[in-house]
């Protein structure tokens, strides 16, 4: 797939600086669509390829303008510590899908979670701890998650999609860390396989990403996989 302009849900969140940067590194046009414009770097503001759109999630009028032209979305929405369970599920259906389906876009990457299930995953040991931990420092945010999967799996047959699983994730998203630590290695699968760990980089995951939408064909089409790093 030939990808010229990116739509990043999320760009304001730590996760979202290092993916702008990725982006604008490797020359694509990019939208962020967020409600604080104010919160992303003048460093990254000011290039020219990126295009800011103030809006609420709620705001579909405002959402449809950042639609035109764009050929994938790339979302890092996710519940935060503290926050009560998110309407993420409902904007997804409500509000997102439609606007693609309106727009012709056809694709979309999207934060999650191993909290949300697959059938591929494999037991550990330390994973009912880990959701407990969730539990605790984010109340509702499982339940959310899940319900994003949901909404995927049942709502968006018609789109091209994959939700990427997520565990800790460290890094700095100022340049100079950035372009440190973007060469981490990344690893995609499933909990339990050989490979995957429980920690990432946000600019390792960031180049992931956008080596995954520069891909013609998508080997995680309508799946789950687990990222994670193995060293770097």
């Not at 990725?22 to 990254?44: C, F, G, H, M, Q």
């Not at 909990?191 to 960031?206: L, P, Y």
């Amino acid at each position: 797939m030939t990808i010229k302009k990116v739509l990043v849900l999320g760009a304001t969140g730590p996760s979202g600086i290092s993916l702008l940067r990725e982006l604008l590194y490797r020359e694509y046009a990019t939208v962020a669509y967020v409600r604080n414009p104010s919160k992303i770097p003048d460093d990254i503001s000011s290039n020219s390829l990126l295009t800011v759109i103030k809006g609420a999630m709620d705001d579909k009028e405002a959402f449809a303008k950042a639609l035109p032209g764009v050929d994938i979305i790339i979302s890092l929405l996710g519940p935060t510590q503290g926050s009560p369970i998110s309407p993420f599920q409902d904007y997804y259906r409500d509000v997102v899908f439609p606007a693609m389906r309106d727009n012709n876009v056809k694709r979309i990457i999207a934060s999650s979670t191993v909290s949300a299930p697959d059938p591929k995953d494999s037991f550990i040991f330390l994973l009912p701890f880990l959701k407990l931990f969730i539990r605790i420092i984010a109340p509702g945010a499982i339940e959310s998650i899940r319900a994003v999967a949901k909404v995927f799996k049942e709502e968006a047959t018609d789109f091209e999609w994959t939700l990427f699983r997520l565990l800790f994730i460290v890094g700095k998203t100022d340049e100079e860390s950035w372009k440190k630590d973007r060469e981490g290695v990344i690893h995609a699968g499933y909990v339990g396989d050989s490979k995957t760990t429980t920690w990432m980089n946000r600019n390792a995951i960031a180049r992931w990403l956008v080596d995954l939408a520069e891909k013609g064909h998508n080997e995680w089409d309508k799946q789950m996989p687990a990222v994670s790093q193995i060293s770097g």
